[in-house]
């Protein structure tokens, strides 16, 4: 029974419907329907940090706007742990909108009357690009645990191959949140002359050990599902549905807050007028959990989860720099726009923090906000006033300094 | 990177900020700590071409600022400054913000430190109006430049001019420049140390520490 939830969160944005075509067995990337993919390493793997070389790969992508006659509008933007590439446009699978339809559009604070927008499936998910239910193609069998284990550098560095495919030299803004934040910090680092403006957001420079703790716990329930069969439930035709529901419900928590599940839901009780002394779910809140996880499983790939969360949890920037998060960003000439939410406690304000500690220890151009929000960590996915001001105050005066003046976009 | 669109100009500023950016060399890095709103950023930015930073402790003008383009942070004088790599800056200013400081003492080394040159403004304990108000009624003083009540003043760390010059001794600081401005905000005419520390309301200090 499926209760008529309020709007909420972003992150559930797509996770709400009650999609129909899920991602299933052998049909191969649904998520590229409408859109745009792109092979790479077919002459050349591309050497990953497990120390494996992947090749051929696809990158399925979209873009929106219009890419100027200098290629120097461009804006990269980084989807997080469960988000996609369809960040402005109908999700294929769930047809609802866009991810981030609230920032990104004509006249919002990432204008596509303006820039040219371009946000890439990671390597590793399960909307296009290549990741663990795609076909291995030394056995014409899904990858499932046989593909390789990637990190956010891995998902970097194919991003790179796709912004050179488009033949742009340097992108004007790489943003992000969450994931998509790490993502940034990692594109900062590794790449700083061809990134005018970094924006992460909600991020870390490294995931923490309670964030690592929430992943396990998702993927322990994927695969103490049954019908994981070992990450062959593809081949099994099978799906874990019951464990990637559970761990998407216990990931669900961490997004929100305690302030906004209370205003949400409080102890309210879920069609009923009275306990029931069982186990159905009594409460509104246990009602949208389970309804989240129901969704989820529509349109997500339950071992594109191990991996990406695994990608996550390998996560540490100064690690790569000699322990020292300010090595990796040392003279760097990208200005950064750091942003973090009151009420988040999976990405505080602290971890933000330490990222704008770094730039200052190098004396990098970084503005720093912290934007005053009750709805937790998905609060980067909602229409935040505050948000959207700071944003859009930011990437206009970074356009300024770029010579990116309005109408210079030509169509 | 072409610099910031010199078509929009900056809003003119008050006569201390005035004075103070008149001490920047256009074209240079500046850290502006306590840049409350972002005025002098602003300004400094459209007018002398600097490439400018702030530093600002309430949250609500960091984002305002940011909105307006600036490069800001937030931050507290008394405990950020030490993050900066030393030289990072040519100017590193602090206006009419060093007595609401814990430690103001630390937060000039550091500003010398990170500056090559820094810039302190701060109102002066050894006003006339201010001796005379302690002396007649025997109150602490109210006066234009420090408007709150004692129990409600931030201002915790209050100096004279003369308390000054000699902090800076102290520290092996130089004075590289200093100025007093009147209560009607026009800088004072007499430039000698006594007349500036009874007549200044406000005195800007540029300041090097080699």
Redesign the interface.
């Given at each position: 029974m499926v209760m008529d939830h309020p709007r909420t969160e972003g992150a559930d944005r797509q996770g709400a419907e009650t999609g129909t075509a899920g991602p299933q067995a052998t049909q191969q990337d649904p998520g590229a329907r409408g859109g745009l993919t792109q092979e790479f390493g077919r002459e050349t793997p591309m050497p990953l940090d497990c120390g494996i070389a992947l090749g051929p790969f696809t990158l399925a992508y979209q873009t929106y706007g219009s890419l100027n006659a200098e290629k120097s509008n461009a804006i990269l933007v980084c989807h997080a742990l469960t988000g996609d590439q369809h960040m402005a446009s109908t999700h294929p699978v769930t047809g609802k909108e866009g991810w981030w339809s609230e920032i990104v559009g004509p006249g919002l604070p990432l204008d596509t009357d303006r820039y040219f927008l371009i946000c890439v499936n990671v390597l590793g998910g399960c909307m296009g690009s290549t990741g663990p239910k795609s076909i291995n193609p030394a056995t014409g069998e899904p990858w499932a645990l046989d593909f390789p284990v990637i990190t956010i550098a891995d998902m970097v560095r194919a991003q790179k191959l796709l912004i050179d495919h488009l033949g742009i030299d340097k992108l004007f803004c790489v943003i992000g949140g969450s994931m998509g934040g790490m993502q940034v910090l990692e594109w900062a680092s590794r790449y700083p002359e061809k990134v005018f403006a970094a924006v992460p957001i909600a991020t870390a420079a490294r995931h923490t050990a309670q964030n690592i703790a929430f992943h396990e716990v998702g993927r322990q329930a994927i695969m103490a599902d049954l019908d994981w069969c070992g990450g062959r439930y593809i081949s099994e035709g099978k799906n874990p549905d019951r464990g990637l529901a559970v761990a998407r419900m216990t990931a669900h928590i961490t997004y929100l807050s305690e302030p906004a599940l209370h205003r949400k839901f409080g102890r309210r009780l879920q069609d009923r007028n009275s306990l029931t002394f069982g186990f159905e779910a009594d409460f509104q809140v246990e009602s949208y959990l389970r309804h989240q996880g129901a969704a989820f499983v529509q349109r997500f790939d339950a071992n594109s989860y191990l991996y990406i969360t695994r990608a996550m949890d390998y996560f540490d920037l100064a690690q790569e720099h000699g322990g020292k998060l300010a090595n990796a960003f040392r003279d760097t000439p990208v200005?950064f726009?750091v942003i973090s939410f009151t009420s988040d406690w999976l990405f505080p304000t602290s971890e933000n923090r330490d990222i704008?500690?770094a730039l200052?220890?190098?004396?990098a151009?970084?503005?720093?906000?912290?934007?005053?929000s009750d709805a937790g960590h998905d609060a980067f996915l909602l229409d935040e006033p505050?948000f959207r001001?700071?944003l859009?105050?930011?990437i206009?005066?970074?356009a300024?300094?770029?010579?990116l003046?309005p109408g210079a976009s030509s169509p | 990177m072409s610099p910031l669109d010199t078509t929009r100009t900056a809003k003119p500023l008050r006569a201390d900020l005035q004075l103070i950016a008149d001490m920047v060399a256009p074209g240079s890095r500046v850290l502006d700590i306590g840049c409350g709103e972002g005025a002098l950023l602003e300004y400094l930015a459209r007018e002398r071409r600097v490439i400018a930073r702030g530093m600002e402790l309430s949250q609500k003008n960091v984002n305002a600022s940011v909105a307006r383009g600036l490069s800001v942070i937030q931050g507290d004088a008394d405990t950020d400054l030490g993050d900066y790599p030393s030289g990072a800056f040519d100017y590193a200013i602090l206006s009419l913000t060093l007595q609401a400081t814990r430690d103001p003492r630390e937060v000039v080394e550091q500003m010398v430190r990170i500056g090559r040159h820094a810039i302190v403004s701060f109102p002066n304990f050894g006003h006339w109006r201010v001796r005379l108000g302690l002396l007649l009624h025997g109150r602490m003083p109210v006066t234009g430049a420090l408007p709150e009540p004692w129990y409600e003043t931030p201002n915790i760390h209050l100096c004279t001019v003369k308390d000054f010059v000699a902090l800076c001794a102290d520290c092996g600081i130089e004075i590289e420049e200093a100025l007093v401005l009147n209560d009607r905000q026009h800088r004072t005419g007499p430039n000698t140390p006594r007349l500036a520390n009874l007549l200044g309301e406000k005195a800007i200090f540029r300041l090097k520490k080699d």
């Open positions: 200005r726009c704008v500690h200052n220890a190098c004396a151009d970084v503005s720093f906000v912290e934007i005053e505050e001001d700071t859009a105050g930011f206009a005066g970074c300024e300094h770029r010579g003046t | -």
